[in-house]
Each structure stands twice: as C-alpha cells, then as structure tokens.
C-alpha cells in the first residue's frame, strides 16, 4: 500500500519568515495530494490540494509543488503568522479504491513573535 | 460546523466495555471514513465506506467494527478486543468519484478507556 513520510516533525520559524514542509509518497499511482492544518484539539480542515496533472498550485501565502518523478510533494508557507502554528498534515491518494487517504505523521510547526 | 457531526465529544468506558462512536452527515457525500488519531502519528484509517451497506476494512481495523445502514450515519464500535482503544478519533465524509478526492472532518470525538 501506499506509505507518506513527512519532514521535519517540528520547525519554528519567527515571524514574517517562510516555512518549508516535506513528504515523499511510495505509490505511483497516487495522483491526489491534499495539505490538511489541524489546531489543538480541533479537526483537520484543508488548506491546499494539489492534482498529479499540475506541478505547482499558489492560494495566497501558501503554494504546493509536486514532483512526480521525484514523487515528492513540499508546502511552502510564507510572511507565517502566528495563527499559522498548527499541526500540519500531507496525504496522498488514488483516484478510485475508496479514494482512501494515506496520512503523513504531521509537523508542528511554532511561529514565534 | 455543521455538516459533519460527531458524538459524543469526550467519552469514558471501563476496559472490556464496547463502545459505540456516532457520525452524521449531512452533505449527501456517498462515502465516509473512521480514523484513529494518536498523538505525534498521523490519520490511521479504521474502516471506510463507499456507498450504504457496504464497507471495507482499512490499516487498523483490528477490534473495530462498523455499519453503514443510512447514507448520513457510520457509527463505529470500538469492541473489547481492541487492545489500545484510548485515541481521538475522527469521522470524515467524501463525494464518490473522480471529485469525491477531498474529505471533510467531524469534530472527532477522544475516547479514554481505564
């Protein structure tokens, strides 16, 4: 089956600063690739997604690559605020097979003042 | 925070108790979803659900058990077999399809058995 590894596990960055967050998936055949953010205590609630079809996808401050060849995803976070600290979370999936999601194992990530 | 709810929030059972996790929706999304959430590990899929009367295990199905008799509900059972039930656990709910990519989460509900 598929498997996500996600890095780092925790980054803190000051403010005003941009933050990096990494995963590598195992499935070619995965083509979905969303980014989840999850406060304390609360559900996850998606931030970004990105198709296999594209290689790069900007929503205001944040943006998503995807290297297919590589099968690498990255979330790019920049001018982080601190309502930007959260636990963040990458996936992937496959179209079909109960579009099922494979979960990387999260970032914490710290603004600071 | 409507749509997707979850009941209830907090719950305490005794060891050897089976406890049952309810899940609404109210999206008319096709397909729903259990995971297990521990803390410093990602989402675990529990059991999953394309369409009413039909479900399938995920990675962790092991002392769970599901049912999904109406499109809005997929209460899980957390049964006695279950050897760490303690964790937070998630509800999620989907389109079918080629859109049904994206899935929306419940509250999720933290149960704490002692």
């Known amino acids: 089956g598929e498997n996500v590894e996600q890095h780092p596990s925790t980054l803190s960055v000051q403010e005003g600063d941009s933050a990096v967050i990494k995963c590598t998936y195992s499935d070619s055949a995965s083509n979905y690739f969303p980014w989840y953010k999850q406060e304390l205590g609360k559900r996850p609630q998606l931030i970004i997604d990105i198709r296999s079809n594209v290689g790069e996808k900007k929503d205001q401050r944040i943006a998503v690559t995807l290297n297919k060849t590589a099968k690498h995803f990255s979330l790019h976070i920049t001018e982080t605020q601190p309502e930007d600290s959260a636990v963040y979370f990458c996936a992937a999936s496959m179209t079909g097979g109960g579009n099922k999601l494979t979960f990387g194992t999260g970032t914490q990530l710290k603004v600071e003042l | 925070d409507g749509g997707i709810t979850q009941s209830p929030k907090y719950l305490f059972r005794k060891e050897g108790q089976n406890v049952t996790l309810s899940c609404e929706q109210n999206?008319?999304?096709?397909?729903m979803y259990w995971y297990r959430q521990d803390p410093g590990q990602g989402l675990r899929l529990i059991y999953y659900?394309?369409?009413?009367?039909?479900?399938q295990k995920g990675d962790i199905a092991e002392g769970y058990s599901v049912s999904r008799e109406k499109k809005e509900s997929f209460p899980l059972t957390v049964t006695s077999a279950q050897k760490n039930p303690t964790a937070f656990y998630l509800c999620a709910s989907s389109t079918s399809g080629l859109a049904g990519l994206e899935q929306y989460f419940g509250p999720g509900t933290r149960l704490t058995v002692t």
């Open positions: 659900s394309q369409i009413v009367n039909d479900f």
């Open positions: 999206l008319n999304h096709d397909a």
